[in-house]
């Protein structure tokens, strides 16, 4: 178990209570604003001392209230990523990667520093000042100070709130790279379901200071009902595929995943690579016959694992395409027109504009 968080915490009208494990190489902390995700990260940095309960980072216990354990912050070997760098102006980018391991005891120093700044993509901008570097490029920074520190545990604070849709696209594949190596667990803290659906192993749904739903993030993105309105309309299944080949002519990429074949808008990935592939409720229509003379180039058939609430009129149709669960969100009406029921074969269709750049996220084989 890599996080275990059982805490319950008042700060004047906000009452936080969350308990949740996590396995996940990257646990994302997901809900609304006021939620209590940043008061869960502060307990578990040591920034915050919670009222009652216990964490374990890594099978360490780092706070349990009924021994009297609270870990000092410095000795918790957290590293933290804040949403704005928090670099020092005054000193270069491989002085400001230095301060980092400069806290951790020489015997325990592991982190490589060139294997860092390989991972990280930043060896053209040692030299240089914080002052001079774009948005993305000081994250990546102050994420390769937070590791030559040695953490057991990654925090991020919506490290990319600050950043455009831009910025955030081009330091996305970089935190892919640190996750899919394993080396250091990071919980990430994040607003926004796209983010969340791209980056996370396990996703931990909170409303209210209280968590609603925790788990594998496959399995928590396809519930669309723990959403708030929205995170509602990003909801849904996230399967894993590999790029089968290139038709360059008409400027597609043809996916094998378990459920079927995709095509999607021609992507850099070459033939083999695998990655996520994110297919939103609101972009999938279902179809009790085979459809035809559709300009759609996506369908799946399957067959109705279970139908659940959604919001007001509408409702998830869970569905098992051939090894992999998808989602479709549907109108009640359509449910009652169709006939649709747990067992019945449908075809899903899906929209080709559901393959945006946000539903095909680099990844490695085990980013699942
Ligand atoms: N020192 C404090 N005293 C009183 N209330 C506080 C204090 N710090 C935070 N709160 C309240 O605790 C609640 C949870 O705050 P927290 O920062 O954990 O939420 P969050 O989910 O991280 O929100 P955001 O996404 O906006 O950062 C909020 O209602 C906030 O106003």
Known sequence: MILDVDIRHRQGAFALEARFQSSGRLTALFGPSGSGKTTIVNAIGGLLRPDHGRIAVQGRVLVSTAQDVHVPKHRRRIGYVFQEGRLFPHLDVRRNLMFGRWFTPRAERRANFEHV??????????????????GGEKQRVAIGRALLADPQLLLMDEPLASLDEARKAEIYPY?????????????????????????ATAIVVLQEGRVVASGPAPDILRHTSVFTQAGLAEAGALIEAHVLRHEDRFGLTVLQA???????????????????????????????????????LNVLPGLIASLDEAEEASVDVQLACGGDLIVARVTRKSVEELGLRPGLPVH????????????????????M
């Not at 700044?117 to 774009?134: E, F, K, M, N, Q």
């Not at 559901?354 to 539903?359: G, K, Q, R």
């Open 117 to 134: 700044v390989d991972l990280l993509g930043i060896a053209h901008l040692l030299d240089r000042r914080p002052a001079t570097l774009s």
């Open 175 to 199: 935190i892919e790279r640190l996750r899919d190596e394993g080396a250091v667990p990071i919980v990430l803290v994040s607003h926004s379901v796209a983010e969340i659906a791209r980056l």
């Open 348 to 367: 899903a269709i899906i929209k080709s504009v559901a393959f945006d750049s946000e539903a095909l996220g680099g990844a490695g084989p085990e980013s």
């Open 258 to 296: 378990r459920a079927g074949t995709l095509t999607v808008p021609r992507l850099g990935h070459p033939v083999g690579s695998r990655l996520r592939v994110r297919l939103r409720a609101r972009d999938i229509i279902l179809s009790v016959r085979p459809p035809e003379g559709l300009s759609a």
